[in-house]
């Protein structure tokens, strides 16, 4: 069995912290770490994969070129195209959206308005941060962006939800699907990020502890 590696979107898993002091001393897994561990090697010790998918993730994937050209827009940047390249080292791996010279940018497609991060000061989710020190970690850059696009639905969605809504509603669900009436400045939403290389590290660290647990595992019960 291959020795575990993180996938970048993955990290903030299995950084948090364990909730006691005493087990936070110990160098010992969070519960959260664990179970991801757990899922981990059952998915690469018996060659399954668990698929998990949402509406929230269909959406993201169907518009993620209208979000990346959305992007451009906004922020000046054309002709950007979306990264195919796959970066791997010896503990991480990942593929990020853009990679622009020094710079990194992933593109989260924001399910709604009400979703869409327009007022926030800071990146809310721990994970996309941890996510962002991964990719520069991978590619060597110094500085990488988080950017939120408010996209129209895709049809096929927008058609779906509507299955399970009241006629009276209809015309107000389509219209928190669809954003073509807001001005493009009003639908991009993005957050800078400095790379940490004591983050790094910590990342480095936390595979290493991981990669015990996964042997201490199999060990026990896979032998």
Not at 52 to 66: A, C, N, P, W, Y
Not at 88 to 110: A, F, M, Q, Y
């Amino acid at each position: 069995m291959k020795d575990f590696k993180i996938r970048c979107s993955a990290i903030g898993e299995i950084m948090t912290q364990p909730k006691t002091i005493k087990a936070r001393e110990a160098g010992e897994l969070s519960v959260t770490a664990m179970s991801y561990m757990q899922k981990w090697i059952k998915e690469n010790f018996f060659d399954r994969k668990k698929i998990v998918e949402t509406k929230q993730m269909r959406k993201g994937i169907d518009v993620e070129d209208l979000s990346i050209e959305l992007y451009g827009e906004v922020v000046n940047r054309k002709d950007l195209q979306k990264n195919e390249d796959h970066f791997e080292n010896d503990w991480c791996t990942g593929t990020p959206d853009l990679v622009i010279k020094d710079l990194i940018v992933d593109i989260k497609s924001s399910w709604d308005l009400f979703t869409f991060p327009l007022f926030d000061s800071g990146i809310k989710t721990k994970g996309y941060w941890w996510q962002l020190q991964g990719y520069m970690w991978l590619t060597g850059a110094k500085k990488a962006e988080l950017a939120y696009c408010l996209t129209d639905t895709p049809d096929d969605i927008v058609e779906q939800e509507l299955r399970y809504v009241d006629d009276e509603n209809k015309d107000m669900v389509m219209q928190n699907m669809l954003f073509g009436d807001i001005e493009s400045k009003h639908k991009v939403r993005v957050f800078a990020i400095e790379r940490d290389d004591e983050a790094i590290e910590q990342i480095k660290e936390q595979v290493e502890k991981c990669r015990k647990y996964q042997k201490n595992l199999v060990n026990l019960f896979l032998k």
